[in-house]
């Protein structure tokens, strides 16, 4: 068994944001089969150590003993005999926190006090230890406070590199870490936390084939995803300034003595929320003109205006400084929190009548794309940092942090993969170009019109290989299929061109029923969150009546071309089926930019 010994140096203890980095590499390690682990944590600041005084004594008095005794009496052996030593930390001003610094120090017995040259190339000299250590693996887990790591964890590499040698452990740092603390980004804290987890499977796959340095073992799109920030900097940075709840007077204070007399003026929490969602806004998002949102806070009395403007986003707080509105959303603070929070999803909570909407809904019905991060921009920006920091400082850490991932922050599922591809979102050409090749070629004799059929049918297949597919596909293929063995085995024009337009019909009516998703759902959520899209009440009712008119639609036409076929007008019988379903296409193209607008709008919201 091995021995893990992790050590809480957060003085909020296992509360820490860091900690939930470290708890997720943990649960990583414990998912490797055939690992066997003993996992120890030591709370640091529970441990009421005493601070080293210099005095020597454990190295020439009573060598490896120290002549305090506490709790670390009990903790150096653990320390000595320990496989893998797992350090949980927060920068503080720089550093590591001060009980955590008293920690290492009282360390002092477990070296002896002569002098010897490094083995790992620093030029600093060093003490031997007085224990055989060469079993130990060390991993160094930390948070901080601003939007990057680059340069502010100087410090702390240089006491690692000193205590454990230069790559003598694994130093997992993460930017933005005040970010795992905030409910309404949990989806993408989650997704990073999931890296993380990764990072500990393979560590630990690494240890339990003895390794040298375990980390080798991590693959290079963990690595990259796990230096990859959360946030882009100028999102992260508005986030955080109004994460405090004070102004800024934006003056140094006179002298110290008059420091702390002055209460920083408060903005409420609201504010604080309304700043922030604001920080989350993408200019990339910007529709050619600034945008005007207001938020009412009905339980409050608040109301404050967001501008979303071409290069960034800006909050009014005074009500005679006002814009015209685009939208206005009323709302309890603590509804919009919910929503915020993932409690409720905003599309339900309106359609329960929890809030109300007034104006243009645009804003809200692309809420996702104006409220994302972009976080490709971050991406650009995070590796022109990277490649200054290599330039000016040369620093190693500053290459392993150039990695950038492609990750989606969206928390949105992922689609299907074929051979390890990732394959696109639906297309609805592959289940209306079968029907199209039918109908295009049912005039003419069997032969030609299955021959091009089945060639139309092969390359629509082909072509959209590289598509999701969905039944509905499949069902197309399978029926005009089936079709074309009717038609070639004598059944007559009349009957195959009415089954086929009656199946089309009944497709669409199938996909109504209670239960399924209605057939065009499955094509128009590409821009809604893919299958995230089919949790959106107003996308499904939206999508459900489309679908429900399209297979009345077609009913009709079959019935009526049924009867014109049966009195021999096959021309009536086409135009019929043109006429009706162009007329189903301009009411589908009109039906779905309004129908949502009118049920966000509508003071009866409820299904």
């Not at 740092?173 to 905030?182: D, W």
């Not at 399924?516 to 759902?521: E, Q, T």
Request: aromatic share 12%; hydrophobic share 40%; with cysteine.
């Amino acid at each position: 068994m091995k021995k893990v010994l992790v050590i809480n140096g957060s003085p909020k203890l296992k509360a820490s944001n860091t900690f939930k980095l470290t708890s997720a590499f943990l649960e990583g390690l414990k998912q490797v089969e055939n690992l066997d682990l003993g996992i120890e944590i030591l709370d640091v600041n529970e441990l009421g150590l005493n601070p080293c005084k210099g005095c020597f004594a454990c190295w020439n008095k009573t060598p490896g003993k120290c002549i305090h005794h506490d709790a670390m009496e009990a903790v150096l052996p653990k320390l000595v005999e320990a496989d893998l030593l797992v350090y949980s930390f927060p920068l503080y001003y720089f550093s590591i926190p001060g009980p955590l610094k008293t920690f290492f120090d009282r360390q002092l017995p477990l070296v002896k006090p002569f002098m010897v040259e490094r083995k790992d190339g620093m030029d600093s000299g060093a003490h031997p230890s007085r224990y055989d250590r060469s079993h130990q693996k060390v991993v160094a887990i930390s948070t901080c406070g601003f939007y990057t790591t680059r340069s502010n964890y100087t410090g702390v590499e240089a006491m690692l590199d000193h205590c454990f040698g230069q790559g003598g452990y694994y130093p997992l740092f993460c930017a933005q870490g005040e970010l795992f603390r905030v409910p309404e980004l949990k989806s993408q804290c989650d997704a990073y936390l999931e890296h993380v987890r990764q990072a500990g499977l393979e560590y630990g796959n690494g240890l339990l084939k003895e390794f040298t340095h375990p980390e080798q073992a991590i693959n290079d799109s963990t690595k990259a995803a796990l230096s990859k920030e959360l946030l882009p900097r100028k999102t992260f940075e508005m986030l955080a300034d109004a994460s405090w709840g004070i102004e800024d007077s934006g003056q140094a204070d006179e002298n110290f003595a008059e420091s702390g007399k002055t209460a920083p003026k408060q903005v409420s929490g609201a504010l604080i929320f309304t700043r922030q969602m604001a920080a989350l806004y993408n200019p990339k998002a910007y529709s050619g003109h600034d945008l005007v949102m207001e938020m009412d806070y009905t339980d409050l009395g608040e109301r404050y205006q967001i501008v979303l403007g071409k290069e960034e986003s800006r909050v009014i707080t005074r009500s005679d400084e006002f814009l015209k509105t685009d939208m206005v959303v009323s709302t309890p603070y603590t509804v919009w929190k919910r929503i915020a929070q993932g409690e409720i999803r905003g599309d339900e909570a309106l359609m329960k009548g929890m809030y109300t909407v007034s104006g243009d809904p645009s804003i809200l019905i692309s809420w996702d794309t104006y409220f994302s991060p972009d976080l490709d921009e971050e991406s650009k920006g995070q590796k022109a940092e990277i490649q200054k920091a290599e330039e000016e400082t040369g620093s190693s850490f500053a290459k392993t942090s150039s990695s950038v991932s492609e990750t989606s922050g969206s928390g949105l599922q992922k689609p299907a993969e074929r051979k390890g591809k990732k394959l696109k979102w639906t297309n609805m050409l592959i289940f209306l170009l079968p029907w199209t090749f039918w109908w295009t070629l049912v005039n003419n004799p069997p032969e030609l019109c299955v021959g091009g059929c089945l060639i139309g049918l092969a390359l629509t297949w082909l072509l959209f290989s590289s598509y999701t597919k969905t039944m509905y596909d499949t069902l197309a293929l399978v029926v005009v299929l089936g079709l074309c063995a009717a038609y070639l085995f004598g059944v007559s024009y009349e009957i195959v061109f009415t089954l086929s337009l009656l199946a089309f019909g009944l497709l669409w009516l199938y996909s109504c029923l209670p239960g399924r998703i209605p057939l065009c759902a499955w094509y128009s959520s590409g821009g809604f969150g893919q299958e995230d899209a089919f949790k959106n009440p107003i996308f499904m009712k939206t999508n459900w009546i489309i679908a429900l008119g399209w297979g009345i639609s077609y009913l009709v036409i079959s019935l009526a071309a049924w009867v014109f076929l049966q009195n021999g007008q096959i021309e009536p019988a086409r135009i019929c089926s043109y006429v009706i379903p162009v007329l189903m296409g301009i009411f589908t193209a009109w039906f779905q930019r309004w129908y949502p607008r009118h049920l966000m709008t509508s003071k009866h919201n409820a299904i």
